[in-house]
């Protein structure tokens, strides 16, 4: 089973461009999530969607936007990129209910020049 | 504000060598507290789930506990295979699944 899978797994973009970072999972999740992970700040949620159109801000929302068109997509855009978006970004989905149990894609690494 | 802090930010051990990672933690109202395990270049998995204070699980050589202010995860006689970064998150009652993560224990085991 694939789980999530995102797409590019790395990328260098210059400064001032757009760029949307892919996610996709199979396993009908009605949650899903968008992290970025940086040396020493842990990973800090950017937005989430717990059902099909609908989204939120998560902690650090700012330079981001996201989409939930479908189930299965979550979409992560960034209009204009600044090398402080220089990160690793995880999507993530999780079941039914409140466990705290996250399922991770493998990351995007996003390097802006 | 939750706050979640992580100590050793990095531990070596000799195979064999027990242990255990530090995860204390600031949170209005808990929920419940996630222990990850994250292996270089991959996404994080997880591990376990703790409720309320006094739980413990387990599973293979790893031991989770924890208290009303921290978690211990548990390495009990580590293997290479062990070495990974583990990671702690809070999920405070009533954010659904929005869970706040420390930084994360640097785990190496050498043979």
């Known amino acids: 089973t694939a789980g999530i899978t995102q797409a590019p797994t790395s990328q260098i973009l210059a400064a001032g461009r757009s760029m949307t970072l892919r996610c996709t999972q199979d396993?009908?999740?009605?949650?899903m999530y968008w992290y970025r992970q940086d040396l020493g700040l842990g990973l800090r949620l950017i937005h989430y969607?717990?059902?099909?159109?609908?989204?939120g801000k998560g902690e650090v929302p700012d330079g981001y936007s996201v989409s939930r068109a479908n189930t299965d997509d979550f979409p992560l855009t960034l209009a204009s990129a600044v090398p402080s978006q220089t990160s690793v970004y995880f999507c993530?989905?999780?079941?039914?209910?409140?466990?705290?149990?996250?399922?991770f894609g493998e990351g995007s690494r996003l390097t802006v020049l | 504000e939750d706050q979640v802090t992580q100590s050793p930010e990095a531990l070596r051990l000799q195979e064999g060598e027990s242990s255990s990672l530090n995860c204390s933690y600031t949170?209005?109202?808990?929920?419940?507290l996630f222990w990850y395990r994250q292996d270089p270049g991959k996404g994080p998995e997880f591990l376990f789930t703790?409720?309320?204070a006094g739980e413990e699980k387990e599973k293979e050589r790893l031991k989770a506990t924890l208290t009303k202010k921290e978690s211990f995860l548990h390495i009990t006689a580590p293997k290479p295979e062990d070495s990974a970064t583990y990671l702690c998150?809070?999920?405070?009652?009533?954010?659904?699944?929005?869970?706040?993560f420390g930084g994360g224990t640097r785990l190496m085991v050498k043979p």
């Open positions: 396993m009908r999740h009605n949650a």
């Open positions: 703790l409720y309320s």
């Open positions: 949170v209005s109202g808990l929920r419940g």
């Open positions: 969607s717990n059902t099909a159109g609908t989204t």
């Open positions: 993530a989905s999780s079941p039914p209910g409140d466990t705290g149990e996250l399922f």
């Open positions: 998150a809070v999920q405070e009652s009533g954010a659904g699944n929005m869970l706040t």
